[in-house]
């Protein structure tokens, strides 16, 4: 099933941190590396883009938003590849770009 993984991880982080105090809210936001956003990250960027379409009065906020966010997690991939790789030398300069 699609998404599969990305629902499982919600619900853990929704385990997790279910003593958490009320005063906070808590959305886990669940995001498969090369895949589907969770059921409840998806209803979170929703609410999250209406909202900054509606301060902005752009309707391209929502997009960029979304842009942001892929963006982010692609550099986290990166990281994560880059975490593995030896230290030889020529990979210091690499996520300058980015």
Do not use: H
């Not at 699609?2 to 906070?24: I, M």
């Not at 979170?44 to 938003?65: H, M, N, W």
């Not at 966010?69 to 230290?87: D, F, H, K």
């Amino acid at each position: 099933m699609v998404g599969a993984a990305v629902t499982s991880a919600e619900q853990a982080k929704r385990r997790k941190y279910e003593n958490l105090d009320s005063s906070f809210i808590f959305v886990p936001f669940g995001v498969e590396t090369l895949g589907p956003w969770g059921p409840e990250a998806r209803a979170l960027f929703k609410e999250l883009s209406k909202r900054v379409i509606e301060s902005t009065g752009d309707p391209r906020a929502g997009s960029y938003l979304g842009q942001r966010i892929s963006l982010a997690i692609q550099r986290g991939n990166a990281a994560s590849i880059l975490g593995t790789v030896p230290r030889c030398g020529g990979f210091e300069d690499v996520l300058d770009f980015i």
